[in-house]
């Protein structure tokens, strides 16, 4: 069974950073397309951003020059830098694989990262 576990989160200032990162356990992580998903306060879960399995990454429109993502594959790991944060990011933040070709249901997910941009 896949296991993600999400870490990073916290309270953060308008214009602040963070580094959000998220082990995955359980499955052959490097053969996957990889994303962050975010869940806003009475709104839908959303795609945040995606890396294929050959490290090229993709990102959604709201968060494209602000946000960064990376994986290590040694490490089972993907993360995801933010920058330039806005009220609107805050949410609680999720990784799971971004492969429907691979897999058409997503994993189980992880109980998540919140993140909190305010003053």
């Known amino acids: 069974q896949v296991q993600l576990v999400e870490s990073g989160g916290g309270l953060v200032q308008p214009g602040g950073s963070l580094r959000l990162s998220c082990v995955v356990s359980g499955t052959t992580f490097s053969i996957y397309d990889m994303g962050w998903y975010r869940h806003p306060p009475e709104k839908q879960r959303e795609f945040v951003a995606g890396?294929?399995?050959?490290?090229?990454?993709f990102y959604g429109d709201s968060v494209k020059g602000r946000f960064t993502v990376s994986r290590d594959n040694a490490k089972n790991a993907i993360y995801l830098n933010m920058s330039s944060l806005t009220p609107e990011d805050t949410a609680v933040y999720y990784c799971n694989h971004a492969d429907r070709q691979r897999s058409p249901n997503l994993w189980s997910w992880g109980r998540g990262t919140q993140v909190t941009v305010s003053s």
């Open positions: 890396i294929t399995s050959g490290g090229r990454p």
